[in-house]
């Protein structure tokens, strides 16, 4: 299964006067195209055309990740109780099992998306919340079946998180590239071009536009300038019952 999210097909939206955009790829009780699949729950990537600040709010349950794909953020949260920076490359895993609250100061400029997975919320709860920084230094490219990749999630990274099977990886292709990626048919795919042009399996995709995958073993993708995909694996079947099902 390969379904198309351009970005006009996403779920598009402001807040702050005009000031932050965003376009969610997955979000719930919004359109059916866009609603949660496995255990992701929910996906935006904003711009911030303005500085902008979301005052101290909750969570519950769910493990939320924020990856800063250009610019600055600023962290508080009521875990750690600092304010904690973030530049570009970093990224950030709240496991907000029991309850937290943060705080978040975006500077103009910034790019970033924020993920939030089920780890399976009715165990979730019953846990201590944490919070915990990466850094891009800690985060070197590898070469992975012929093609330059981070790791941020999953088999080869530090980072530790609470749902299971869950992968995030982002890929970096050359100009005039052509790959056959191979996927597990045992799992789901999101992929989101982040820069340049593609053509995946036939579909043309542009910057900001998503495909979600499944049921397939490999998958052609080409470029013909530079180009970036940033993408979400996760179990096609979950053994645990979701919060939104």
Known sequence: MIQLLKRE??????????????????????????KPYSSLFYWS????????????????????????????VTHYDTATKVWTPLETGDFQVIQSNSGIQHQERITKGTRNFQIWFDPNFYEAVKKVPSYTDY?????????????????????GSIANVLTPGLSIKRLF??????????????????????KGDTVIDGNALTSDDAVRISNLENLEMEFEIEGELFYIETPLVSNYKMIWS
């Open 45 to 72: 990537h904003a711009r911030a055309i303005d500085q902008c600040e979301f005052g101290l709010h909750p969570h519950e349950g769910f493990e939320i990740m924020t990856f800063i794909l250009e610019g600055n």
């Open 135 to 155: 850094h891009s230094k800690d985060f070197k490219p590898i070469i992975e079946n012929g093609i330059k990749t981070i790791i941020y999630v999953g088999k």
């Open 173 to 194: 292709f050359d100009k005039k590239s052509k790959y056959n990626l191979q996927l597990d048919k045992n799992s789901s795919y999101t992929f989101y071009v982040l």
């Open 9 to 34: 097909d996403q779920y598009n939206t402001t807040i702050f006067n005009g000031n932050f955009l965003v376009n969610k790829p997955v979000v719930n009780g919004k359109k059916d195209n866009v």
